[in-house]
């Protein structure tokens, strides 16, 4: 007698490797950039974003965040996709994920002089932008605003649907 049983629910999913998932995320985002600005001069960065860290080089070759951009753009992009155990309410908790995004981000930016900028992306939710509110030069657009109490400092940040943001002049972008 022969079992007829149907058992590949029972299989364990494959594993998702993150750093793939992520780089696919930042190639995608240098892509849509290229597209939206009709250039080729934004590309992922070698090692993600580490590599200014992690090697010596002269000050002119240094990379900062993880998308290499023209030199004339305003924005260090960090580039972030997945955690799905994140939501709004993350952003309450000051020891979140989110605030650890947000300054490496700022760090990034302080060294290379661009405004900070956390392309953020969960499983079948839109792309969202992150940008510091003191410095966000976009005005018109909706965003929601979040706050995060630092050593009494109430830091500000925008937070934009970013599809919504690409559609937005070209002053908004670049210098």
């Not at 999913?13 to 001069?41: H, L, M, P, Q, Y």
């Not at 992306?121 to 018109?140: A, F, G, W």
Request: hydrophobic share 30%.
């Amino acid at each position: 007698m022969e079992d007829n049983y149907d058992i590949s629910a029972l299989k364990k999913k494959k594993r998702v490797n993150s750093k793939a998932k992520g780089s696919t995320f930042e190639r995608n985002i240098a892509k849509t950039f290229n597209d939206r600005f009709n250039t080729s001069e934004f590309s992922r960065s070698p090692g993600s974003g580490a590599f200014a860290t992690t090697h010596t080089l002269p000050e002119h070759l240094k990379i900062y965040g993880d998308l290499i951009t023209p030199q004339n753009f305003k924005y260090c992009i960090e580039c972030k996709k997945g955690y799905n155990n994140l939501n709004l309410y993350s952003l309450y908790n000051n020891s979140s994920e989110w605030w650890g995004f947000l300054e490496q981000c700022q760090k990034d930016s302080d060294k290379c002089g661009k405004i900070p900028m956390v392309i953020f992306k969960q499983d079948r939710q839109p792309t969202l932008c992150i940008i510091p509110e003191h410095i966000s030069p976009i005005k018109e657009l909706q965003y929601i605003e979040i706050h995060k109490i630092v050593d009494c400092n109430k830091l500000t940040y925008r937070i934009y649907k970013f599809d919504e943001l690409l559609k937005d002049d070209d002053t908004t972008w670049i210098d």
